[in-house]
C-alpha cells in the first residue's frame, strides 16, 4: 500500500523539544521527507532521509528512521513560536520516484 | 534564486467561467508539477511536466488543462469547474522528473473558489 500515517495534532510549550511521528507502508520507498507548511503558503522541504540512513540531523532537527518498523520521526530541539505550522512527512518510490506520497499532515501548536 | 511564483494568489470563479492559473521558475528546472490541496489535507499530484512534455496526468479531469509553453512557465486552464474544486493549488519545480534527489520548490499556491 501507499499509505503514509501521522498523528494530526501536537501542542508543545516554547523551549520544549517537539517530536512528530510517521509511519509509512511500502518498503520500496527510498526517500522519506519532511515538509513544513505554514498558514495560505505553499510546502518548504525542511530535510530528507536516504532509506539506508538511520539518522540525520541538520541544526534543531533531527530525523530518526527505523526501516525495520516503517518509522520515521522529526524531534525540533528549542522549538520556537515559529515552528508552528502543520508538517507533512512524505516518500517517494524508485519506481515513480517523480510522485511525492505525503501523509495526512502534522499541526504543531507552539504554546509562549 | 530559488522561488516558484505563482498568480493570482487568489481567485474566484463561477462555474461558467475560464480562467487560468500561472507559474513561473528561473532556476533552470526541467520538472514541473501541478498539485491540489483541500483544506486540511495533504497536497495530491495532478500533473507533471518533464522537459516541456506532459508525463503524467494522475486521472485529472479534462475541466483541468496544463500547457507548459517554455521551460519556465507552467499554466493550468480551468474551464466549467464545479465547486468541489474550490482547493490551494500548488505549483512545484525541480532539477529533472525521476529523481528523487532533486529537491520539488513549491511556490505559495493559489486559492481558488469555484461558486
Known amino acids: 500500500g501507499e499509505d503514509v500515517e501521522q498523528s494530526l495534532f501536537l501542542s508543545v510549550r516554547e523551549g520544549d523539544s517537539s517530536v512528530i511521528n510517521c509511519t509509512y507502508t511500502?518498503?520500496?520507498?527510498?526517500?522519506l521527507y519532511w515538509y513544513k507548511q505554514e498558514p495560505g503558503a505553499g510546502l518548504q522541504l525542511l530535510t530528507y532521509?536516504?532509506?539506508?540512513?538511520d539518522m540525520k540531523q541538520d541544526q534543531r532537527l533531527t530525523v530518526l528512521l527505523n526501516k525495520k518498523d516503517k518509522h520515521l520521526s522529526l524531534r525540533i530541539a528549542d522549538t520556537q513560536t515559529g515552528d508552528s505550522a502543520i508538517y507533512f512527512c512524505?516518500?517517494?518510490?524508485?519506481?515513480?520516484?517523480?510522485?511525492?506520497?505525503f501523509g495526512s499532515g502534522t499541526r504543531l501548536l507552539v504554546r509562549p | 534564486d530559488t522561488e516558484v511564483t505563482q498568480t493570482p494568489k487568489h481567485l474566484v470563479m463561477g462555474m461558467t467561467n475560464k480562467k487560468s492559473l500561472k507559474c513561473e521558475q528561473h532556476?533552470?528546472?526541467?520538472?514541473m508539477y501541478w498539485y491540489k490541496q483541500k483544506a486540511k489535507k495533504p497536497p495530491e499530484l495532478m500533473f507533471v511536466?518533464?522537459?516541456?512534455?506532459?508525463?503524467i496526468n494522475e486521472s485529472v479531469p479534462s475541466r483541468f488543462s496544463p500547457e507548459c509553453p517554455n521551460s519556465s512557465l507552467l499554466n493550468l486552464h480551468l474551464h466549467a469547474l464545479q465547486p468541489e474544486d474550490s482547493a490551494l493549488y500548488l505549483c512545484?519545480?525541480?532539477?529533472?522528473?525521476?529523481?528523487?534527489?532533486?529537491?520539488?520548490?513549491f511556490g505559495p499556491g493559489t486559492r481558488l473558489t469555484v461558486t
Open positions: 512545484a519545480s525541480s532539477q529533472a522528473a525521476g529523481q528523487p534527489t532533486y529537491e520539488q520548490y
Open positions: 511500502d518498503s520500496s520507498s527510498t526517500y
Open positions: 532521509i536516504f532509506s539506508n540512513m
Open positions: 512524505a516518500e517517494s518510490k524508485m519506481d515513480s520516484s517523480y510522485k511525492l506520497i
Open positions: 532556476m533552470g528546472h526541467r520538472a
Open positions: 511536466y518533464s522537459y516541456e512534455k506532459l508525463s
